[in-house]
């Protein structure tokens, strides 16, 4: 496992744009598939997207597609997500997470094993 942390959160209007970052305590963080979910109040947490260690195979979830782009930058350890366009409905926690090896098949909640702490993205109306 390897720790994350994020941050980059906050409140934003529609429209606007918002970037987290999520940066890994190990070096070997290059060797980590890394996901990005999300959990708004009173729903289940939900796939957002995924990078492959390499950072060549990008994943996105229907809702975001178009307006989010998932990056990472494995000599400082750190991803990102670059959230534009955003609308109230992307309010939610947002949680990064990673994974050591390939990119897992079905990107769910259950195939990542390492968590950050969550940053609240607020966007209004």
């Known amino acids: 496992q390897v720790q994350l942390v994020e941050s980059g959160g906050g409140l934003v209007q529609a429209g606007g744009s918002l970037r987290l970052s999520c940066t890994a305590s190990?070096?070997?963080?290059?060797?980590?598939?890394m996901g990005w979910f999300r959990q708004a109040p009173g729903k289940e947490r939900e796939f957002v997207s995924a990078?492959?260690?390499?950072?060549?195979?990008?994943y996105y979830a229907d809702s975001v597609k178009g307006r989010f782009t998932v990056s990472r930058d494995n000599a400082k350890n750190t991803g990102f997500l670059q959230m534009n366009s955003l609308k109230p409905e992307d309010t939610a926690v947002y949680y990064c997470?990673?994974?050591?090896?390939?990119?897992?098949?079905?990107?769910?909640?259950?195939?990542?094993?390492?968590w950050g702490q969550g940053a609240q993205v607020t966007v209004s109306s």
């Open positions: 997470a990673a994974v050591l090896g390939v990119v897992p098949k079905g990107l769910t909640e259950a195939d990542f094993d390492s």
């Open positions: 990078i492959s260690w390499s950072g060549v195979n990008t």
């Open positions: 190990r070096r070997n963080f290059r060797s980590y598939v």
